[in-house]
Structures are given as C-alpha cells and as structure tokens.
C-alpha cells in the first residue's frame, strides 16, 4: 500500500472513530433531568450517545453532535416513574429490557399500555405522557426525540405541585385510569394504537439477505422528523456501500456488525457490540456485515420522515 493512501486511510479512520459511541466508554447520569432532583421516586439516569435528549446537557463532551435525532438510553429502577410531561417534539421509547408502563394523559383520564422487549410507544407532539417501572426488574430503554436541541419538558402533573400518588398516576382522577385496548372504539384508544409497536406483530420484508421492520415511518408508526427500522442481519450476510442525503445511526441490539466508511477509494472499519452506536454523516458512502457467528440485530434510524429510498445491494 502506497504512503498516500495509507495516509488517506488512517485520517478517515480517525474521522470514523470520532462518531463511535461504545457502550463500554460511557457511563450513566443520575443528574441528567433537573426536574427530578429532590423527588427520589423520580430517579433514573441517562447515557448519552448522540445530542442530549430530555436532558440540558448538550455540553457532554462525550456525545456526539445530532441531526434531527438525538440517541440516550435511559435506567429506570423498579418502583420508580416520570412524571406527566410532553415535548414540542415527538419522542420514542424502545424497551430494552423489562416492563414499562407508559401513560397518555387527556385531562384527567389516562390511558396506560405495558411494553416488553422491542416494544416501542412513539409519543406525539404536545401529547402528555408519563412512564412506570411496576415490574420487578429495572427497565433499560432507548430514547430519541426528533430534533437536536428539545426544549426543556413541560410538566402537566408534577410531585412539587400534585399529591404523589396522583402524579404517580400521571395525573388521572381516581378510577379515571384505562387500560390500553388497541380493539375499543374509543378514538383515543384508536391514537394510542397507531403510535404503539408490538415486535411479536410485526413483519418483516427481506431485501438483499437481511430483514427489514418498519418501527417509525411507512407501515410503523407515524414519523415526525425521523424514521427508524429493525434490521435483522443474519450471519454472513453483508451490504454494498451507499449514502443517503440524511443522516443515519446504528445502536446494536443483538450480536456483533461490522460497518465501513469509504471515501476517494480509501475504506476503514469498526466492529459493533450490543449497545454500541455508530452515526454516519450525511453523504458518507457506508455499509454493514455480520461476519460474527451469529445472526444480529440493530436499531437503524434515518433523518427523514420521507420512506426508505436507498437500494441495498448484497456485497
């Protein structure tokens, strides 16, 4: 290999790394939301991967800059909630591990639904919303909201100006709680469902070796700024490169990916471990392998709202 080139390689091996979040190098944050402080019950912590989410962080030197997207994963011990809120922006959970009870709020009635593993709610704009652990296990989740930089949340039914045991509730009235039913009538039951995603109902469509399910965006539920899928790699299977006019982000899930950067006939990898996010640049030529000894999974989301418009080729 020519000095030139391995030159060009290393610099763009450089650049790739600088939009790596190993899960391994980061840490959690049990100060990340001011609106929790002093309120035990209200305790979580955050790590952050790209931008800040909820959290006014957004000086973290170890995250990386967003797009339309930010990217946390959120702790939450058992017996703990957060409180009724809602966000100028639209805002995912993906559950992870364990049980969340997530709440939607129309005055004094709520709505509750439980999502497992792979489960994910996307909560829209302006719509109050709270989240429970009731179950016997901490939930781990991840958390995007649809732009760089959320307004600080607005809270609708807070411990520091309710009695705890309604904003435990998300501010429902006594026997004003409803279970989640996606078959009532009801239209807030109906909007409840269009925005929830059950990964044992879903179904995905196979294209160049790999499964593709829509969670946000074209047949999931309706997008805001971003759209985002779950791609099932099975081993051995690998991609062509290709670039998009938006950005693009992978957080593993399952098994071990490798994804390349290639650039002016230079091409460089990193490997990928569960809970590990790569965040490719608009523009930037880039692709993905599983050459590990078992099938992966990784969640992909795309700074668009707009249907998916790339063309994977097998490599």
């Known amino acids: 290999m020519s000095v030139a080139l391995q030159t060009g390689s290393r610099a763009l091996g450089r650049e790739m790394r600088r939009f790596l979040g190993r899960h391994t190098d980061k840490g959690f944050d049990w100060d990340a939301f ?85 489960d994910l709610v996307l909560n829209e704009t302006g719509r109050p919303h709270g989240f429970r652990n009731d179950g016997v296990e901490p939930v781990l989740m991840s958390i995007s909201v649809g732009t760089g930089m959320p307004k600080p949340p607005v ?33 807030r039951q109906q909007q409840f469902s269009r925005h929830i995603v059950r990964y044992a109902e879903r179904r995905p469509v196979w294209e160049a070796g790999f499964a593709r399910t829509a969670y946000i965006g074209e047949g999931g539920a309706p997008p805001g700024r971003y759209r985002m899928d779950m791609i099932h790699l099975p081993k051995g299977v690998a991609v062509r490169g290709y670039a998009r006019a938006e950005e693009d982000a992978y957080l593993v899930l399952e098994g071990c990916i490798a994804v390349g950067w290639e650039q002016s006939g230079h091409r460089v990898e990193q490997r990928l471990g569960p809970r590990d996010v790569i965040f490719n640049p608009s523009g930037q030529t880039h692709y993905f392998r599983n050459d590990g000894v078992s099938d992966a999974q990784f969640m992909m989301l795309v700074g668009t709202p707009k249907p998916e418009d790339v063309r994977f080729q097998p490599a």
């Open 34 to 118: 001011p609106g929790s402080r002093g309120y035990p019950e209200l305790e979580r912590a955050q790590m952050r991967y790209i931008g800040a989410g909820g959290s006014p962080k957004a000086d973290d030197p170890s995250t990386l800059r967003p797009g339309q997207f930010t990217l946390s994963l959120v702790h939450q011990p058992v017996g703990k909630y957060a409180p009724c809120h809602f966000h100028e922006v639209v805002e995912h959970f993906l559950v992870l591990q364990g049980v969340l009870t997530v709440g939607w709020a129309w005055g004094e009635e709520v709505i509750e639904a439980r999502l497992g593993p792979k």
């Open 155 to 187: 809270y609708v039914c807070h411990p520091r100006d309710s009695e705890p045991t309604l904003a435990r509730r998300f501010g429902a009235a006594p026997a004003r709680t409803s279970p989640f039913d996606p078959d009532s009538n009801d239209p």
